[in-house]
């Protein structure tokens, strides 16, 4: 027997049984997961309803994620499965799904940071500015009066800035 969709099946709001008056049709067909892992992207095409195609993720390693504090959306690097609400064998097995919590490569929303307000992040990165002179990037006076106007309302919440230490 296959995946099924359908709701013949189930018990009415009552408690009654239904009648079963037909067998299985195939637009009430369901199919197996994915189980994503993370890995080198391998994706396979499955052929829908109307001719149409589904795209299966069976690997991917990269992903597009968001920064909605600072409306910031970058393409990076999957490193890791941390915590999944449903099923903690999905941690262990490393397999991605939906609402899992992932880590990530930080550096695209360093670098974006570190280019939107011109400061530079994390306390390793600070150690290194230290030992070298200051180097001033070339400006125009037009960037630097908006860097200086995104100065007020930054803040940069120091968890945040524990993790671009670790560079995830």
Known sequence: MGISRDSQHK??????????????????????????????????????????????????DTGNFSWGSEVCTRKTRILDVVYNASNNELVRTKTLVKNAIVQIDATPF??????????????KRKKETEDKPDEEKKQSQSVQKKIAGRQDGRVLDPNINSQFDTGR
């Open 110 to 123: 360093r670098q974006w940071y570190e280019a939107h307000y011109g400061v530079v992040v994390g306390k």
């Open 11 to 60: 018990r009415r709001l009552t408690g009654g049984k239904k009648p079963h008056h037909h067998n299985k049709r195939k637009h009430e067909m369901g199919r197996q997961m994915a189980m994503t892992k993370i890995g080198g992207k391998r994706i396979r095409t499955v052929r829908c309803r109307g001719g149409n195609k589904k795209f299966r993720a069976l690997r991917l």
